[in-house]
């Protein structure tokens, strides 16, 4: 078990940016209801990449 956490970590920075940018633009919803989506979001990546590392070549990412 080889846990990356720098690597979980800013995929996870980066979910939470895209999430929180894309419903903020494109949903036009309030800067608090665009966090709770965002942060559920990165959640999310932050246990598909602790999964993922349990599997396959110990990276984060599901596909190798």
């Known amino acids: 078990m080889n846990l ?4 979980i ?6 979910t ?3 999430a929180f940018l894309s419903v903020f ?3 036009d919803l ?7 989506v ?4 990165a959640v999310l990546s ?5 999964a993922a590392s349990q599997f396959g070549d110990g990276t984060p990412s599901a596909l190798s």
Not at 9 to 14: D, S, Y
Not at 30 to 36: F, K, L, T
Not at 46 to 50: A, D, R, S, T
Request: no cysteine.
């Open 46 to 50: 932050l246990v598909k990449g602790i």
């Open 4 to 7: 990356n956490f720098r690597d």
């Open 25 to 27: 633009v494109v949903a």
């Open 16 to 18: 939470f940016l895209q």
């Open 38 to 41: 965002a942060g559920a979001a």
């Open 30 to 36: 309030a800067s608090a209801e665009a966090a709770v």
């Open 9 to 14: 970590l800013e995929r996870a920075v980066v």
